[in-house]
């Protein structure tokens, strides 16, 4: 018999502690250390056939589950790592066009979080990556084009502590035209705070490399 973390958490280490995220309930939380202690005993296959009494409390709250297949509850798999930002190599005039469609679906995004569609939406973008395979490569080219007008939207649309709703649009953007993209979302502690990018490989869409090193990945679509 083993354990299997709920299919909508997942959870990370940042600065020796194990934060996790809801997708659910759209909220990060910390475990009390007891608990912490037994789930870290838990996902690294150490946890006895009998419950323990911390074993039982994580069962009880959901967070894991009975299965008769091995332990399964590995951390959030990083991305690959940021090497460059598409920010700092723009090039291209605007594209009107482009700029208000990638507009659009930053509205649609900041609506579906206003309304709790947080996990829906990332199931939507998780199940629209899938369906292009692992085979298909980047274009660099399309990525600084897409990079550069994307940036325009910010003249447009609030963009100061909208990294969600707009890392999302873009996204959605990419991936509904085939090009494999990664939606990161990383936390930090003391204090808490969270963060949201896009990034082709090891290539930044939208955001810069001294924004997002602080963060540790908690979750990668």
Known sequence: ????????????????????????????????PGLEAGFRAIAAGYADTSPTEETRALLLAGLISETPAPTDAPPCASPNPVHRSLLDTQTGKARPLTIGLLTGRIAFARMALRIGRFHQTILRLSQRKAAIGRGCDVDLLAMRELATQFEWTARLTQAHDRCLPRSLALAHHAVTRGWPVDLVIGVQLRPFAAHCWVQAGSDLLNDRIDAVRPFTPILVV
């Not at 299997?4 to 995220?21: G, K, P, Q």
């Open 1 to 32: 018999m083993g354990y299997a973390l709920r299919r909508d958490l997942t959870y990370c280490e940042v600065s020796d502690r194990l934060v996790f995220l809801d997708l659910a309930a759209d909220r990060y939380f910390c475990l009390s």
